[in-house]
Structures are given as structure tokens and as C-alpha cells.
């Protein structure tokens, strides 16, 4: 028995050996497999990173354009403003300018009323010094029956009315 006690005892060992290594294979294998699957996941996901990075320079792109587009629309829009100021003063000053004329006109306009009320009151004067010299010298009035005076109409005076800042529509072409 003393000789079969070995034999097990190295079988037994040789078998532990075996199961051992047996055991080292399963787990060497599920480790593989973990390491590839692990690989494939790496790699998907090294996939989508890259994809992200595309996909973020093209959005920082378009954000740029939309940003320089941005920027030009806001020159654009002080420019307007500029220009529609100097549009808007311009009508103001044209708008006083034609206002003034309007004064000036008016003012021409009454001056030229007096000076005729001035006329016809002289002429009426000028008619009676020369029918008084007339009857001073008996003689015939030069203007019996031939003159007929027309009766002194008023002038309707035209007011020119103020047009308000604001109305009207100034063509500058």
C-alpha cells in the first residue's frame, strides 16, 4: 500500500495541477474575452469622440460665420442709423429753410399790399388836388362821364399754411 500511497498522492497532485491549470485557462480566456470587449468598446467609443470633435469644429464654424455675419449686420445697422439721422436733419433743415421762404413770402406779400393802399390812397389824393385845382380855374373836370372808377376790391390774402415736421416725403434722388 506504501507504493500506491505515492502513485495517488502524485496523481492527486498531477491532477491538482491540471485542474489548476485548467482553471488559469477558463480565466484566461474570460479575460480575453473581457479584454476584447472592452477593445470594441474602446474603439466605439473612440468612434463617437471623433465624431464629436467633427461634429464640434463644424458647430465652432458656424458659430464663427454667425458671429462675423453678426457683427457685419451690426456696421450695417450703426451705418443706417447714421445715415438716417443725417436724413432726418436734412429734412429738418430743408423743412426750415421752406418755412423761412414761406415767412418771407408773406411778409413780401404784405409789404406789397401797403405800398399799393399807399398808391391808391395817393392817387385818391392826387384825383382830389386835381378836381380842387379844376374848380379853382372853372374849368371842365378832363374826366366827365369817360372815367369809370372800378370799385377797390380786397385782395384775398393766400395763407400759406405751416407744414409740420414730420409729414411730407423728401426726395433726395
Known amino acids: 500500500m506504501a507504493l500506491s500511497a505515492p502513485r495517488t498522492r502524485a496523481a492527486a497532485a498531477l491532477r491538482m495541477k491540471q485542474i489548476a491549470l ?11 474575452a473581457q479584454l476584447a470587449t ?7 467609443t473612440k468612434k463617437e469622440l471623433e465624431e464629436t470633435r467633427v461634429a464640434l469644429e463644424a458647430s465652432h464654424k458656424v458659430i464663427a ?9 451690426s456696421k450695417k445697422i450703426e451705418k443706417m442709423k447714421v445715415k438716417k439721422k443725417l ?6 433743415e430743408c423743412h426750415q429753410k421752406f418755412q423761412a421762404r414761406i ?9 406789397q399790399h401797403l405800398l399799393i393802399e399807399a398808391l391808391v390812397d395817393e392817387k385818391d389824393s392826387l ?5 380842387g385845382l379844376q374848380e379853382a380855374n372853372n374849368a ?13 376790391e ?11 415736421l414730420g409729414e411730407g416725403d423728401i426726395d433726395n434722388e
Open 65 to 73: 460665420g454667425l458671429t462675423e455675419i453678426g457683427l457685419s449686420m
Open 87 to 92: 436724413v432726418r436733419a436734412n429734412h429738418v
Open 22 to 32: 485548467d482553471n488559469q485557462d477558463h480565466t484566461i480566456r474570460r479575460l480575453r
Open 127 to 131: 384825383l382830389q388836388t386835381i378836381n
Open 140 to 152: 371842365p373836370a378832363p374826366f366827365d362821364g369817360d372815367w369809370e372808377e372800378e370799385p377797390e
Open 103 to 111: 415767412h418771407e413770402a408773406e411778409d413780401s406779400m404784405q409789404a
Open 154 to 164: 380786397e385782395p384775398e390774402e393766400e395763407e400759406i399754411e405751416d407744414i409740420p
Open 38 to 44: 472592452e477593445r470594441r468598446g474602446l474603439a466605439a
